[in-house]
């Protein structure tokens, strides 16, 4: 009888000491959860806080370069990048692949590019409007070449060129001394380009410019952060009559 009673406190013994291990377990478990909650809350926190600084600038223009339509303008004024926004962005492009790449660009690896932590690159399009003394497009590419305040410009490539060719080549490029790129400060875009009226429209002031751009960017599928972003020079060919 008394071996009996032993017997029951014995597995009764283990039976609270599984109990317990299971709540200790569980407890862990949630806490554990808990983490990855708030961790995976922190990593889409920072993505999106990364992404705004360049989402910012997307836009979408249905009027060309004739603005016929007079509100058009004052719409372009209020919504379109100006050259001061092309230049800031290139100037946040070239700080954020500096600081997180340290050199940044692309390196091999098993016989093949793989680019760099949150590098950026900006494309200028001014192919179809370009204003007399400047290049069809201007780039920042990641490169550790790129001088902070600088872009690269490049007539001798097409837009259907320029958008099929691999960053890599691009990179390789600038890699190799620029042999294709004329390397410009970007307070000379901003003097070209910056040109403004001031106008009065429905009691209210607006600054109309010449040269507009269009925004748009691309996200890498892999880190969800924005790796690309593109300008469009669009030109108001009515300005000088204003």
Known sequence: MENASKALIFAASILISVMIIAVAVYIFQKGQNLSNTAHSRSETAEIQSFNAQFTSYETVWPYGN?????????????????????????????????????????YESRGGYVETINAVEVIIDMSSNTPDGLKK???????????????????????????????????????????????????????????????????????????????????????????????TLVCDTGFDSL
């Open 66 to 106: 004739t603005f016929s339509d007079e509100n058009a303008r004052f719409v372009a004024s209020s919504n379109l990048n100006t050259i001061s926004d092309v230049i800031s962005a290139a100037n946040l492009a070239s700080s954020v692949n500096y600081q997180n790449n340290y050199g940044y660009g692309y």
């Open 137 to 231: 497009y201007y780039l920042i590419e990641p490169n550790q070449n790129v001088k902070s305040d600088h872009i690269y410009g490049i007539d001798n490539i097409s837009n259907t060129t320029l958008a099929a060719e691999a960053r890599s080549t691009r990179i390789s490029n600038f890699s190799s001394g620029f042999s294709s790129y004329e390397d410009t400060k970007c307070n000379t875009l901003l003097e070209k380009l910056n040109e403004t009226k001031l106008v009065v429209h429905n009691n209210s002031n607006y600054t109309l410019y010449r040269y507009y751009f269009e925004g748009e960017y691309e996200i890498n599928d892999q880190s969800g952060l924005v790796d690309s972003i593109k300008f």
